[in-house]
């Protein structure tokens, strides 16, 4: 049984920067894929950001293209989203999602498509 847990969330103003870590344990970190979601108040959950398990590969939603990265160090088992230039919009509760998969360059963006789930972290952005 994985475990997945999110740190990093704060307060911050428009056009500043955090970074969120997802420490993973319990499982073979090597064996997942990874993403990042975001669901703001009285919306969906939606997708951020995901890793192929390989971590050669990337793919961002739109909204944030350009301003965070995802990236990982297996040595430490987690999973990072560095997010610079926040807006207001980004405001939200940040999770961390595993999905078990065979193939080192698979990403997904459906959150049917993960296995596992953080708890979450809140990022809010003022303006």
């Known amino acids: 049984q994985v475990q997945l847990a999110e740190s990093g969330g704060g307060l911050v103003q428009a056009g500043g920067s955090l970074r969120l870590s997802c420490a993973a344990s319990?499982?073979?970190?090597?064996?997942?894929?990874m993403g990042w979601f975001r669901q703001a108040p009285g919306k969906e959950r939606e997708f951020v950001a995901a890793?192929?398990?390989?971590?050669?590969?990337?793919y961002y939603a739109d909204s944030v293209k350009g301003r965070f990265t995802i990236s990982r160090d297996s040595a430490k088992i987690t999973v990072y989203l560095q997010m610079n230039s926040l807006k207001p919009e980004d405001t939200a509760v940040y999770y961390c999602?595993?999905?078990?998969?065979?193939?080192?360059?698979?990403?997904?963006?459906?959150?049917?498509?993960?296995?596992?789930w953080g708890q979450g972290t809140q990022v809010t952005v003022s303006s």
């Open positions: 999602a595993a999905d078990i998969t065979r193939s080192p360059f698979t990403i997904h963006t459906g959150l049917s498509e993960y296995d596992y």
């Open positions: 319990g499982g073979t970190f090597s064996n997942y894929a």
């Open positions: 890793l192929a398990r390989s971590g050669g590969r990337t």
